[in-house]
């Protein structure tokens, strides 16, 4: 069956490989070999592992297909990915971001790329101010989407940004960390690159970290990529390529568990007295929904809530949660629950958090795949407390 025309649910477990030639192994070897024999100088097929090596092919191959992508590269962290991007379009150039973005992103765009490479970074609210091509600046060389956002979970309708961009040149790029290509695929939706920090859905596990990037129709783009990726080497190992393209085959079941019950979660926490709003794009209430409907198949694990009550009750629930693990990152199959403007988002001066609506009430939740009962019960025993 030509590779375009299989599902989503059957490319996770049958794209990037078949059965291995040589032994018949369903599964995929790692190949852990860090040098590569070739047969007359120049004559090989694979070199040095840092350049290439094929367990990181069979996951690359199958990070392509499930983003519908043309080129696809895998990294050491998703920070590695994002700075690879930045890092191929040169310097001397200006970056319109979304403002509410993964903390660590925004770190290395004003602490890193804009001291080291002079590139300037104007953060607008994509999912409210419509005038993108407004923001556009002369020397502008990428827009930069996280949909849906972290912590807000605020959406941008990416089929219309790109379609009102008139500068082609300008690259569209989505982080689909939060969404995950089971629920989200944007190069389907007009981004030319998709970015994950595949520690989160893609892993799916919380032993893992790791980052990918897909492109379409830019060869040039992909190739600055491959430059990169080489020359400064910041590569996962065979192993954990093998763990992503395992995890990988499970993205779907979990992802559906993963929605169902965030949804669910997400209806009960919103009718709750201690609780004085719910941010999640799957509420018909979320100022969101029109868009998430568009662009997604399913809304996701992830949603903040706002506490009534101040930092202390804050913590005192944080504390006394049962099931749900106090620890930053999410996307796995157990339910994660952290304190953005204490932990994630703590590299973010405290003046810009509160411009964005970070309050010390605010509590992000990654909700895992248990029974979606045992989860409401534990909120609400905590809930009870403050
Ligand atoms: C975690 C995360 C990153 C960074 O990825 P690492 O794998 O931790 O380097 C980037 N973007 C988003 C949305 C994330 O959640």
Redesign the pocket.
Known sequence: MNTKDKKFNSKVIHSGHGADEDTGAVMPPIHLSSTFKQKSPGDFKYEYARTGNPTRDVLEKLLCEIEDGEFGFAFS????A?SALSDALGGNYSILSSDDV?G??RRIFDKIKSVNQNVEITYVDLSKDNNWQGHIKENTKMIWV?TPS?PLLKLIDIEKIRKSINNQEIIVVC?N??ASPYNQQPLNQGADVVIH????YLGGHSDI???ALVINNNPELAEKIKYIQNAVGSVPSPFDCYMLVRSIKTLAVRMERHNNNALEIANYLLKHNKVNNVFYPGLNSDPNYEVAKKQMKGFGGILSIDLKGDINSTKKFLENIEIFTLAE??GGVESLIEHPAIMTHASIDKKIREELGISDTLIRLSIGIEDVNDLKEALDKALSLI
């Open positions: 962290s998703g920070m590695a994002i993964y660590g992103t996280e972290n982080d960390t939060f920090s595949s520690t989160k970290i790791g980052g990152s999410l």
